[in-house]
Nanobody, 124 residues
Framework: QVQLVESGGGLVQDGGSLRLSCAAS????????FGWYRQAPGQQRELVAP???????YYADFVKGRFTVSGDTVKNTVYLQMNSLKPEDTASYYC??????????????????WGQGTQVTVSS
């Protein structure tokens, strides 16, 4: 059974940085793909950045150049480094283990494999 535990959220000022962690158990970072999502109140959950088992990544336009997703196969943890944070980045951030298709560079979540989320609040 896959368990994903996010951490690292908090309150930060406009322009600040945070690093989110997603610790995986029952799943191995080196052979699986993961995606970071976010959901603001009243909004749909949206994909922020996925990473394939081989380290391939892509980013939503609204975070491109500011966020970086990475994986640590020793710690079996996926990270989301968030720089130059903006108030509109305020949301709950979730980790998912799903499927990354290299052809077409697409990520599909597995709705059975979500973490509990971590709250990020960016003040202006």
């Amino acid at each position: 059974q896959v368990q994903l535990v996010e951490s690292g959220g908090g309150l930060v000022q406009d322009g600040g940085s945070l690093r989110l962690s997603c610790a995986a158990s029952g799943s191995t970072v080196s052979i699986n793909s993961f995606g970071w999502y976010r959901q603001a109140p009243g909004q749909q959950r949206e994909l922020v950045a996925p990473i394939s088992h081989s380290g391939r990544t892509y980013y939503a336009d609204f975070v491109k150049g500011r966020f970086t997703v990475s994986g640590d196969t020793v710690k079996n943890t996926v990270y989301l480094q968030m720089n130059s944070l903006k108030p509109e980045d305020t949301a709950s951030y979730y980790c998912n283990q799903g499927t990354y298709f290299d052809f077409g560079n697409r990520y599909y979540p597995n709705n059975s494999n979500w973490g509990q989320g971590t709250q990020v609040t960016v003040s202006s």
